[in-house]
């Protein structure tokens, strides 16, 4: 999924491959920022505040984080 979202690289396993593909990244700031600006297509980051927010409110109590569950 992140291979076709475009937000992982696949380098092998050979080291040659791996650090050449490190390296890119780390020189070529428009490669860079092309992989880093794509969506996540595994969410944002933010479950675990949305699933304490969700349970706060079952009991009554005001959200912590402010990020609306779902």
Do not use: C, H, W
Request: proline letters at 6%.
């Amino acid at each position: 999924e992140g291979l076709q979202a475009g937000t992982l690289l696949l380098a092998g396993l050979r080291e040659e491959n791996i650090y050449e593909s490190a390296a890119k990244l780390l020189r070529d700031r428009e490669s860079y920022d092309r992989m880093a600006n794509k969506p996540n297509p595994f969410g944002d980051g933010k479950a675990s505040e949305r699933i304490v927010d969700a349970i706060l409110k079952s009991f009554g109590f005001p959200a912590k984080s402010g990020i609306a569950p779902f």
